[in-house]
């Protein structure tokens, strides 16, 4: 028997999702309830719907703190040069809410989830360079969609287990300003590759796929990038990596560019510091939308890994 459950809430009904009902009318919703409270349980910040710092902050060179030893000078070849203070916030306040979107559906032992979440924010960006902090604005509309596969097991909590898990997607609302793609990301572990992602809508093993690291593996990420705006800046795109769990002083959201390699692929070395269960991001960004600050030109796409450091 198949059951679909589909639950639609803004930010601030989160802890009611339990409570909604079947479309079919048929479902169980204390199952769909135990499928979605299992899969928090066990892939924790694999499926976190934000990353990154919130707000306009600064990149910065190297994973690592300021002074501590370990910081490395990038070189960029363009003639245009990304910001240094930039960043979203997609939740104003006083603005919009985010819209959750699970569809649950239970056919027989499996389970498939998939989380449909949009945003209307502002991107925020200090383009004066001039010792100032005065970020301007625009808007953002972004969706990231992910999906998991679990089957019953009685032996774990919630009676559910995840056996699959497909990156995390995230794109423009309006598919018209898709002009960024992030196509491909490999993901390397101390010059191992270990997965590429060509498809972030495509499920991974959870046992076998998700990338997983010790502490102290160096992971490599390269990522292939195309961009049809024609903005006319050099280089078109910018691109970074967000990531947790690189700094050997604690466990926060750093961004970092990712080195253009002149061939349409960008690659980022990193040190797994601390142990953990996230996602770390690939950030691909029409150079325009850095570039001019107030223009209505919001062009992104972004593929979150997860991964698990033991």
């Known amino acids: 028997m198949r059951h679909t459950i589909e639950l639609t809430f803004a930010a601030s009904l989160v802890g009611l999702a339990a409570v909604a009902c079947s ?17 928090s349980d066990q892939l924790g910040a694999m499926v ?5 710092a919130a707000g306009a902050a ?8 300021a002074g501590s030893g370990l910081s490395a000078a990038l070189t ?22 985010p819209i959750y979107h699970r569809d649950v559906t239970i056919q027989g032992d499996t389970a498939r ?14 383009t004066s360079a001039d010792g100032v902090f005065d ?46 793609t992030v196509t491909d990301v490999k993901v390397y572990r101390n010059d191992t590759l270990l997965v590429e992602v060509t498809d972030p809508t495509a499920l991974l093993d959870v046992t076998n796929r998700i990338p997983r690291f010790h502490l102290g593996d160096t992971v490599k990420v390269v990522a292939a990038v195309t961009n049809t705006t024609g ?18 002083l604690n466990t926060t959201w750093r961004r970092v560019p990712m080195v253009d390699n002149g061939d349409g692929t960008y690659q980022r070395t990193w040190i797994a510091r601390q142990t ?35």
Not at 278 to 306: C, H, K, M, Q, W
């Open 23 to 39: 479309n079919e009318g048929t479902a169980p919703a204390t199952d769909q309830a135990q499928v979605l409270a299992a899969e």
């Open 48 to 52: 976190d719907t934000d990353f990154g």
């Open 58 to 65: 600064a990149t910065s060179a190297s994973t690592e703190p």
């Open 76 to 97: 960029t070849s363009g003639a245009d040069t990304a910001p240094t203070f930039w960043g979203r916030l997609r939740v104003v306040p006083g603005g919009p809410r």
């Open 113 to 126: 989830v998939e989380h449909d979440i949009t945003f209307n924010g502002i991107f925020l960006v200090d």
């Open 135 to 180: 970020p301007t604005s625009k808007p953002l509309a972004d969706r990231m969609t992910q999906h998991a596969v679990l089957v019953r097991d009685a032996s774990r909590p919630h009676a559910w287990r995840v056996v699959e898990l497909s990156p995390q997607d995230w794109t423009v609302v309006d598919p018209s300003r898709q002009t960024v």
């Open 231 to 248: 903005s006319g800046f050099t280089p078109g795109s910018f691109v970074f990596l967000h990531v947790r769990h690189a700094s050997v």
């Open 276 to 310: 953990g269960i996230d996602r770390f991001v690939v950030d691909a960004l029409d150079s325009a939308t850095l570039l001019l600050g107030t223009a209505d030109n919001y062009r992104t796409n972004e593929v979150g890994i997860p991964y698990r450091i033991e």
